[in-house]
């Protein structure tokens, strides 16, 4: 990888070579991937790039930790559409908003971004089998992008895990262990059985390729403004690796001279669950906390990469928002409504960050904003049934459609 230095420990800068099992240093720290902007420079332009046919996160692989003879995975992961919602910013009161949405990655998150480099890894390693715990969409993209990979996958996600991402798993034919406890006990195990048995680590933060994945979604943003930089970027925050990623992107394109400005980031939580939201507001150190949200996708009481996350909020000068269980089912609701865009919980929590930060007057009329949506709906759809509610159950009867209406104060003609 002549792009890449080496991977540097987040916490005692010590350094490392970028082998493809690398994990965390020996001080425990997480390392980040470290690169040659000035080879970089000389390997991509914008020119360069808006010439490219793949519509993938591969098509940045001169800013990705892989060898230049490694293929792209199977799936299509990645260029999920950036929509600009007018009507939405309208009512929130923004000048610009974009939605993006990554709900329509292969196996409908984010996620598919790290595991689709896991794999990537995994096979420059010469590893048949990958394993990590989750608290769902991490699992589920993993056992996708192995599955199409023809790589053998051991999952551990918490037994709170929804039913459409145990589904997604057991179709992808992922050896799946539900472990009767929180999300942290189910890493613990993870991490034992990962030990004991050498298969290749796909846990958040453990693996520092993974946020190199994730990137890829501000890459595209990016590309996708043409290079012109919002003055925020909002997602929701678990562990810490997403915004993180996100963040290192922005700082890619910026060392590369792609953009000559960062935007400030927005890191959403639920209210029941924000240790690393909390730690900035407070400006003490983050402590583990309930994990206590129906955003189980964000529901992380020990997050596992506070360093990374903690630096990318304060290094962006970025702000945080808490959300209540019931703002986030709102904003499910409004993305639903004014976008056609669908996400699971976790999903919106971002925009349900965004619409409280209007409604608060911490950002406004001047405001440009993109907000992520980093899963898909259909994941968790008991959830969406709570927040948007049963419809008309009736016989094939016109006479009682008729009365529904009426009942429900439904004005056809109107
Ligand atoms: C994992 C996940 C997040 C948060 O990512 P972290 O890296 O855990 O902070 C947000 N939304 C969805 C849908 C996720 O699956
Ligand atoms: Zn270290």
């Known amino acids: ?151 053998k996958t051991y999952i551990f996600v918490p037994s709170r895990a929804p039913k459409g991402k145990v589904a997604q798993l057991m179709t992808f034919g992922a050896t799946v262990i539900s472990v009767q406890g929180s999300y ?87 209210e029941g669950c924000c240790p690393l939201n909390r730690a900035i507001a407070t400006g003490e150190d983050w402590y583990p906390m309930e994990e206590n949200t129906l955003a189980d996708s964000i529901a992380v009481g020990v997050p596992r990469n506070a360093d990374k996350a903690l630096m990318a909020i304060r290094e962006s000068n970025g702000l945080v928002v808490n959300v209540s269980d019931e703002e986030i089912m709102a904003a499910q609701k409004l993305l639903g409504m004014t976008c056609g865009v669908f996400g699971e919980p976790a999903g919106v929590t971002g925009t349900a960050g965004v619409k409280k930060l209007c409604e608060q007057g911490v950002i406004g009329k001047n405001d440009t904003v993109v907000s992520v949506v980093t899963g898909n709906g259909l994941k968790d759809v008991a959830n969406a049934i709570k927040a948007c509610g049963e419809p008309i159950s009736i016989p094939s009867n016109m006479d009682l459609l008729l009365k529904a209406f009426d009942e429900k104060g439904i004005d056809v003609e109107a």
Not at 43 to 56: D, N, P, S, V, Y
Not at 99 to 107: E, I, L, R, W, Y
Not at 231 to 260: M, P, Q
């Open 184 to 270: 942290e006990d189910t890493f613990e195990l993870s991490k034992q059985a990962i030990d004991k048995w050498g298969w290749y680590n796909r846990n958040a933060a453990i693996n520092p390729y993974l946020s190199e994945g994730k990137k890829t979604v501000s890459l595209e943003i990016m590309e996708q403004l043409n290079w012109e930089v919002p003055d925020y970027i909002a997602i929701s925050v678990g562990d810490g690796c997403t915004i993180a990623g996100l963040w290192k992107g922005l700082k890619d394109l910026y060392a590369i001279g792609f953009i000559d400005k960062l935007p400030r980031l927005i890191s959403a939580q639920a």
């Open 1 to 151: 990888m002549k792009n890449v230095l080496y991977g540097k420990c987040v916490k005692c800068g010590k350094t490392y070579e970028a082998t493809p099992d690398l994990t965390t240093c020996e001080c425990g720290g997480i390392l980040d991937i470290t690169y040659d902007y000035d080879y970089i420079k000389t390997q991509l332009t914008k020119e360069k790039l808006a010439a490219r046919q793949e519509r993938t996160m591969w098509r940045y692989r001169e800013l990705l930790p892989i060898e230049e003879t490694t293929e792209p995975t199977p799936l299509r992961v990645g260029w999920s559409p950036l929509y600009e919602e007018p009507r939405l910013a309208e009512k929130l009161g923004l000048k610009r908003l974009w939605v993006k949405d990554d709900g329509q990655n292969p196996t409908a998150s984010l996620k598919d971004r790290a595991s689709a480099m896991a794999v990537a890894k995994a096979r420059e390693a010469g590893a048949k089998v990958i394993a990590c715990s989750s608290t769902g969409n991490a699992a589920s993209s993993l056992a996708g992008n192995a599955a199409a990979a023809g790589l």
